[in-house]
């Protein structure tokens, strides 16, 4: 029997959060904390793992040591971190929130049917997840909240959060449990204070490809091209962009942008983090944004951005490489 093909298979509201491997947690948890203000929501020790954020979802960083070629196993025994992964500091995964449980396991059936591989798909008690590798090796993470209260269930130092889930045998709930009156806390003594993150940043030498995953299997939409910059986003409205995909001639993580408040609050952290120890990359000054660009311990970028209402125009991007001006 001739089974149809989506033309879609997951369909993402917005990039829920970023998750990076790093080469010492309480490092680069001091960092994201204490410069970049955002909330130590959790931490789960026994998986060497800390999840910070602004409340606008359970997370909008996670970060893991690395594993330095070691497996390291969730509850039940599950294998969760197998020692293959995460042996050099970089992008762990991109986590894109869905409307609910229907959608996810429906997206999953049409891939097992389709016989496109999937990865893990787990329990986080807050999340149901399905990972998978894009064409280029990134990780990524499609899951729906469980649960609306998250802060209840997750919270300070955990016991191993992560089970096996199965979606064949789930019966999915219909709902969007995703928060829509997030409590949103800052770090008084940080430079910065995000308001959330917005997007990612990746590089590929095959756009092409990578769009196709991104919108056909990820289900993104292509909002905007411009010098061969490609920019895709998901359902919500409220954001302009979630991922945006630059042509390089080597594959890899670019880095996760976090919206600020306003230009004075921007202003105030460059002052700040330019006489500190924070390693100050660059600050961006275009007609369609404000930003500036951290160095983490690890040599990681962030950008911390104020939205402006030029148009944006990477060909009059001056002497800002396409990487920070995108
Ligand atoms: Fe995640």
Redesign the pocket.
């Known amino acids: 029997m001739a089974s149809s093909r989506p033309s879609q298979y997951f369909h993402p509201r917005r990039l ?2 970023v ?1 990076l491997w790093v080469e010492d947690l309480a490092r680069s948890e001091r960092f994201y904390n204490q410069s970049c203000g955002l909330t130590v929501e959790f931490s789960e020790p026994d998986l060497i793992a800390t999840f910070l954020g602004t409340g606008q979802t359970p ?1 909008d960083l ?1 970060m893991i040591q690395k594993t330095n070629g070691i497996d390291r196993y969730g509850r039940d025994g599950i294998l969760q971190l197998p020692g293959t992964i995460g042996r050099d500091v970089g992008l ?2 991109l ?1 894109w929130e869905l409307e609910n449980e229907a959608d996810l396991v429906d997206a999953y059936k049409q891939l097992k049917a389709a016989d496109i591989d999937t990865d893990i798909t787990v329990d ?1 008690q807050v ?1 149901h ?1 399905v990972y998978m590798f894009d064409p280029d090796g990134n990780y990524n ?1 499609f ?1 729906c909240d469980t649960v609306q209260n998250w802060r209840e269930v997750l919270h300070g130092e955990m016991d191993l959060i992560t089970s096996m889930w199965d979606p064949l045998t789930a019966e999915p709930f219909t709902e969007g449990r995703y928060e829509r009156n997030p409590e949103l806390r800052i770090v008084e003594a940080a430079a910065l204070h995000p308001q959330r993150v917005t997007h990612a940043v990746i590089r590929s030498s095959n756009v092409s490809r990578l769009v196709d995953f991104y919108t056909r299997v990820a289900g993104l939409r292509l909002v905007a091209e411009d010098c061969d910059v490609i920019y895709l986003a998901g359902s919500h409205d409220g954001y302009a962009y979630n991922l945006v995909i630059v042509p390089a001639a080597q594959a890899g993580y670019g880095h996760a942008a976090f919206e600020v408040a306003n230009e004075e609050a921007l202003d105030a952290a460059v002052q700040i983090l330019s006489g500190s120890s924070a390693a100050v990359v660059e600050t961006v000054d275009l007609p369609w944004k404000r930003s500036l660009f951290l160095r983490d311990p690890d040599g990681l970028i962030s950008e911390w951005y104020v939205r402006r209402n030029g148009g944006r125009d990477l060909r009059a991007r001056g002497e800002v490489s396409l990487l920070r001006a995108a």
């Open positions: 829920g959060h998750n997370h996670g762990n995964h986590a986080h999340a997840s993470e899951y």
